[in-house]
């Protein structure tokens, strides 16, 4: 099953549909099934001592997984999260904000997301892994079981 | 057991602590193991339409529910967020989105919380429900099984 | 909303579709968008020291959040669990094990239950709280938003 | 960092502690930080259609994930299952169902654990997803960070 979706398409997307974010977020790789953002982190995203704090680790993954749908089922549908489950393992280093999430399931009603958000420079030791649920509205175009 | 920190220590604490973010919240009940705050929306709450966005909920249920463990540990500890778990499931009526959280356990090491956001017009049809684990530094002065 | 199946077309319903574990759980009320079961803790359910075993927690929230749904939904549908969450938080005292559920959306196509397991005896010590969502076919006959 | 268990010191410890269901589950394969296990089926797992039951899946990624945080902790620790979360996607296949979890932080009083339960003739089509967090006690014998 192939992209439904090009990195230009979503970005026009999200700038069209998120203004509020759009520039927070950038691709780092997009694959079926398989997306890599990063969080471009702003003052906005720290806590004091320079901390990504948690509502912007639960925006990245959210925006990730999001995207991760979006990419394999195409611009008409109206995804929404309905379930999210993250836990937070380790304090950011300095440096960018990875996550990589996978598409595990796309099916007719619900898509099924996991992932885990990493520092740039330590891959290994992940930040936080997380765990998104989307519910798809019954006039999506496709599913694939 | 008794609350060690009043709303206006846990203001000070949350105006001291997180200055980027004190202004956001309010509270509307602190009662021993529960409390309820309130997210003073902003425009950059908003998504297009004018619903709160996912990391405004979170953010909301993680103050809630880290000054639910506060308020019964006292300001001493650093308790981090190592859990959530939420469901989102209905969109917020136009208003305040209200978050009432109780403190499940207050143990040694590990704090549990759960609780619902709501419309403060729909009280009985939550938004929302979320779940948080905290970890409580070892040398935290006290824990209540 | 009223109930649309009474304790013994859920009693009838469970004999008839879980034979092998029909026997472990008994009703301790019925409410709409709210029930409380029991676990009948038999041998097979205990850890050594007779502690209630994880699985056996875990089967007791399924099958009470499950009746939540189905007593709402009536007994056409064929809900399927997609998503739990638990805390594990205190051993279990000696005695009965209680699951009390609520409903908190019955939508078109998922149902969210939230609720805690306790011990009959000490129940305002939560030995586990649990969150379930239940997938909902397409043709079952109603929903409430 | 190795293993402190080797897989006959895991089986001897399922015998000892866990005699009720160690003839339940079987080694695949044991490696640091990441082990993989199958579930033994037999009747009482199974549902009417011969499906894998629930409680049958959160019992394997339970003990999986538990012999993950054991076989790097080594067997003294008395580490307790504190969170669980997961998503059911797809219905077993006819075979064995195997669940292979990585153990993500091995902290001073945390484990996180995560991983997916599938069909051993389907692998990329998996049946579930979990992660599981463990409580570790004070007196365990290491940490990693």
Redesign the interface.
């Known amino acids: 099953m192939e992209l439904k979706m090009t990195e230009a398409e979503l970005k026009a997307f999200l700038a069209r ?5 759009a520039q927070d977020f950038e691709f780092v790789e997009l694959k079926p099934f398989d997306i890599t953002m990063a969080l471009s982190a702003a ?2 995203h ?3 001592g320079g901390t990504v ?4 680790m ?2 990245l993954a ?1 925006v990730c997984a999001y995207f991760a749908v979006l990419s394999m089922l195409g611009p008409v549908a109206l995804a ?11 304090k950011p280093a300095p440096g960018r904000l990875l996550c990589r999430m996978e598409l ?2 796309l ?1 007719r ?2 898509a ?1 997301t ?1 992932g ?1 958000l990493f520092s740039e420079k330590v891959p290994d030791k ?1 930040v936080a ?1 997380a ?1 998104l ?1 989307y ?1 798809i509205p ?1 006039d999506a175009p496709i599913s694939v ?1």
């Open positions: 549909d998120f203004p509020q974010v003052d906005k720290l806590r004091p704090s948690g509502p912007s639960f925006a959210d929404v999260t309905t379930n999210i489950s993250m836990d937070f393992m380790r595990l399931k099916g009603s619900l099924v996991e885990r992940p892994r765990s649920t519910s019954p079981g």
